[in-house]
Structures are given as C-alpha cells and as structure tokens.
C-alpha cells in the first residue's frame, strides 16, 4: 500500500518559514516525480512545484518561486519544501503527491495545514 | 497559464440518476507526443483528493465503472452513470499538458 505522510504544518506570521516534509512508503520513491499541491481553506487546488527522480530538476508555480524551495533525500524516501516569506495567502493544506506522468497525480498524502496570520 | 473552467459549479443530483460535468480548456491539451493529459479528481469531505480517470478516459483501479471520462482538445466530460451516496463531494478536473498544471475550480455533486 502507497502511503505519503506529510508533517512540519503549524501557525505562522507573515514573514516567517516552515519547512514540511512528506514521506513516502510502498512506492519505488528514488524513480518518482513528486509534487507539491496546496488547497486554501474552502478552496481549490494549485499546483506549487514538482521534482525529477534525482532532484536536479524542479519546477515552481509562479506564486512560489524565489520564495520556496523543493528538495528531496531518496536515501529516507522523502520529500521537502521549504517556504520562506511567508505571505498570509499562502496558508493551505499542503498535499505530497505523486506525479507519474504530466501531473497526473495518483497518490496524494493526507495533507498539512499551514496557518499564515499575524 | 491554461484556464480550465468546470460546469456546472455546483450539482444536485438525484440518488440513481446521472450526472455530468464539463470541464473547458483555453488552449488545446493535445500534447507535442500526441497524448492529452486530462486528469479528473474526486475529493470527498474531509478527504484528500483521489484521481479517478486519467489520460481522459482511463479509470483508475478501483473506481466504480459508473465513472468515466470523454473528450478531446479543448471539452471534456466526466459522467456518472448513477450516482451514489459516496458520490458525493467536488470534482476538479486538471490538465498537465501545458506548465504549469492548472486545475478546475471544482464542481460540488450533493444529493438533493
């Protein structure tokens, strides 16, 4: 059974950094994209960036880039975002997935809320 | 970016009765290698969400065969045959063609 865990969620203010991370288990992690999609409080979905098996190829959502950083560790099945300046319309719950093939996500982890709020 | 817009926003259905949501690109999804990566989402309250068709019209393992997906270029369709109690919730449809992925706004199915 595929489980991504996701974990590193909390209250922050503006301004502020958290890092989360997510892990992963019953997949053959170190030959996955993995994505980051978020979903703000009674909201939709948006696409926040994606990794290559390997780490040297990621890509940002505009809203995101300069300020968050994705990174990986096949050697403890994980994945990572770090996200520095935060902005009060950042807060969501952030979504581990996997991406098999042009973002076709086909397991998403149960998620962690990030609270952005001064 | 590419726009996908869903309709309707919001589905009362009947137990047992069908129901249909359309889902709107503002540019082609055919891709360069031919495929159209159109993906439809379900979300449950409460849940995180679950892909259910991918590649348009292929059904994931596990999914109810009273789900499945249409279309090509720029309109596509997801049909539930009958709908269910645990049918209910949003659905978002995705398209990963063109970066970045965008998403539907998400169509809520409830019962009424």
């Known amino acids: 059974e595929v489980q991504l865990v996701e974990s590193g969620g909390g209250f922050v203010q503006p301004g502020g950094s958290l890092i989360l991370s997510c892990v992963a288990s019953?997949?053959?992690?170190?030959?996955?994209?993995m994505a980051w999609v978020r979903q703000a409080p009674g909201k939709g979905l948006e696409w926040v960036a994606n990794?290559?098996?390997?780490?040297?190829?990621?890509y940002y959502s505009d809203s995101v880039r300069g300020r968050f950083t994705m990174s990986r560790d096949n050697a403890k099945n994980s994945v990572y975002l770090q996200m520095n300046n935060l902005r009060v319309d950042d807060a969501s719950v952030y979504y581990c997935?996997?991406?098999?093939?042009?973002?076709?996500?086909?397991?998403w982890g149960q998620g962690t809320l990030v609270t952005v709020s001064s | 970016d590419v726009v996908m817009t869903q309709s309707p926003l919001s589905l009362p259905v009947t137990l047992g009765q069908p129901a249909s949501i359309s889902c709107r690109s503002s540019q082609s999804l055919v891709h360069s290698d031919g495929n159209t990566y159109l993906t439809w989402f379900q979300q449950r309250p409460g849940q995180s969400p679950r892909r259910l068709i991918y590649?348009?019209?292929n059904r994931d393992s596990g999914v109810p065969d009273r789900f499945s997906g249409s279309g090509s270029g720029t309109d596509f369709t997801l049909r539930i045959s009958r709908v269910e109690a645990e049918d209910v919730g949003v659905y978002y449809c995705m398209q990963g063609t063109h970066w970045p992925p965008t998403f539907g706004q998400g169509t809520k199915v409830e019962i009424e």
């Open positions: 990794i290559n098996p390997d780490g040297s190829q990621i």
């Open positions: 590649a348009v019209s």
């Open positions: 997935a996997r991406d098999p093939h042009y973002a076709a996500l086909d397991y």
């Open positions: 019953g997949l053959i992690f170190k030959d996955s994209w």
